[in-house]
């Protein structure tokens, strides 16, 4: 009898480390896969890259644990049908949850945006943090991370000023009404010519917009590498602005012209 006990104790035992042994193996090849998947540089974003690692993981550290189980000798049908059920009913209670993981593997899979790109959703812009499963993180310009479930980035309008090769600049400028429009003109085109990132094509314009209160407003529209979109942009005011005080024609402050009537009255 006690011989029987202590056999069956060191069968159990036996069982115990083979199953812990398969959850381990298991654990362990997961990691040489995922790292065989970064190895192999597929040609997709890194985020689903990552993604796609991690869900390897998690995949063969199951199976390692179901192995385990059938070694120890548990009954894996009812479990599977018990498991089955759950399933079920967690899937009815986490649909939203459920939702944001296929939002978020649907903008993996499309590459909408991607770590790095500068983005706009509604009146959040920044540089994109993260891309995950369930969410999406942008680092604000005035520093914050905010966080955006990606059911709600997938219905949102995304403006990635990444993704164009160039962007196109818009400045405006005043001038007063006494000076020569078509020297501002000559003054500001070889600004622009004199930049090299200032695409020739397609050409700047320089477009008379307006008559303000008080300037002859000019539009300035050009092209430039959208890397340098806001470098370019900086320089550009700056040096337009020297270059037409240089020429002499004023950039006037806004004024207005008041006239008072008084009346009098003879005695």
Do not use: C, H
Not at 47 to 72: C, P, Q, T
Not at 167 to 179: A, D, L, M, T
């Amino acid at each position: 009898m006690l011989l029987d006990v202590i056999s069956g104790g060191i069968e159990l035992f036996i069982r115990i480390l083979l199953a812990l042994s398969s959850i381990a193996i298991s654990y362990y090849l997961g990691i040489v896969f995922s790292n065989y998947i970064k190895k192999s540089k597929l040609r997709a974003p890194p985020e689903l890259v990552y993604n796609i690692m991690k869900s390897v993981r998690l995949i063969m550290l199951f199976i390692g644990i179901l192995v385990g189980l059938s070694i120890i000798g548990l009954d894996l049908s009812g479990i599977l049908v018990a498991a089955g059920f759950a399933g079920i009913v967690v899937g009815l209670a986490t649909q939203q949850t459920l939702s944001q993981v296929f939002a978020g593997l649907s903008m993996l899979i499309e590459g909408r945006v991607k770590v790095g790109d500068s983005v706009r959703v509604g009146d959040d812009w920044g540089v994109v943090e993260s891309v995950g499963i369930m969410s999406t993180q942008i680092r604000l310009w005035s520093g914050e991370v905010v966080t955006i479930p990606n059911n709600d980035l997938m219905a949102s309008k995304i403006y990635n000023y990444s993704k164009p090769i160039a962007r196109r600049i818009e400045v405006s400028i005043g001038i007063s009404y006494k000076s020569d429009i078509e020297k501002a003109l000559k003054t500001i085109r070889e600004v622009l010519d004199s930049k090299e990132l200032v695409l020739a094509e397609p050409a700047p314009s320089l477009i008379v917009d307006s008559l303000g209160e008080s300037s002859v407003n000019i539009r300035i529209l050009f092209w430039v590498p959208s890397q340098e979109f806001w470098t370019i942009r900086r320089e550009i005011i700056k040096e337009i602005k020297e270059a037409l005080e240089r020429s002499g024609v004023e950039i006037p402050f806004p004024q207005r012209v008041v006239w008072i009537q008084t009346k009098w009255e003879g005695k």
